[in-house]
């Protein structure tokens, strides 16, 4: 069973569109995630959220949209997507100070 | 900003030899993380060291760790083909965790 999941694994847009990717945990913990990797492999935090309630927002653009239905899933929504935005998104979650468990990550390709 | 740098950016290797990976990082911390990612993967947690440790170590992994200059180091021994990634270092403090840029390892067999 996978532990952390992400829809879609690649997502291939044009600019202007909005997108949408899912994550979902099935490890029962509290905190998840959600990271940048550029073309550089610089891993970036954007988002953290605990038991469904924002705790981290790096400065990200208004653009960029967390949502938590509940604390197995964190969806990420991208409006009004730009060339920039092309990037390896993760999902990751933790159960606290230790280890953080990531998720096969979503290849963003924006054209 | 960037908290946690690795050096070197790129490591080479034979197989059997041993890789080591430095890393720094700016502020207080709770912890320190190893990750390896390898290509096109998401990032596997190799080993966690706590602020009051000082060396850790899991199999072929050692981890070091020097508050006082904020540095941690990574050390393969043994090193196999396998072992070709990038490995990660990240800084925990206060539910806020933040990765370096990575070493990229080679491992030729």
């Known amino acids: 069973d996978t532990a952390v999941s992400q829809t879609p694994k690649y997502l291939v847009t044009q600019m202007g569109n909005d997108k949408s990717i899912k994550c979902e945990q099935n490890?029962?913990?509290?905190?998840m995630y959600w990271y940048k990797q550029d073309s550089k492999k610089f891993l970036k935090i954007m988002f953290s959220?605990?038991?469904?309630?924002?705790?981290i927002n790096e400065t990200v653009p208004n653009r960029f949209s967390p949502k938590s239905p509940d604390k197995a899933h964190l969806n990420l929504h991208i409006n009004s997507l730009e060339l920039g935005d092309s990037a390896v998104y993760f999902c990751?979650?933790?159960?606290?100070?230790?280890?953080?468990?990531f998720g096969p990550g979503t290849r963003l390709l924006v054209l | 900003s960037q908290q946690g740098e690795e050096d070197p950016q790129a490591l080479s290797i034979q197989e059997g030899e041993n890789a080591t990976m430095n890393c720094s990082y700016k502020?207080?911390?709770?912890?320190l993380q190893w990750y390896r990612q390898n290509s096109g993967r998401g990032l596997v947690h190799l080993i966690l060291?706590?602020?009051?440790?000082r060396e850790k170590h899991s199999g072929r992994l050692r981890v070091t760790l020097d508050t006082s200059k904020k540095s941690s180091s990574l050390l393969i021994t043994a090193s196999r083909a396998a072992d070709t990634a990038s490995y990660f270092c990240?800084?925990?403090?206060?539910?806020?965790?933040?990765f370096g840029a990575g070493t990229r390892l080679t491992v030729k067999p």
């Open positions: 990751a979650s933790s159960s606290g100070i230790e280890t953080q468990y």
């Open positions: 490890l029962g913990h509290d905190t």
């Open positions: 959220y605990n038991n469904k309630e924002l705790i």
């Open positions: 502020t207080s911390i709770n912890n």
């Open positions: 060291i706590r602020s009051n440790e």
């Open positions: 990240a800084s925990y403090n206060n539910n806020d965790m933040r």
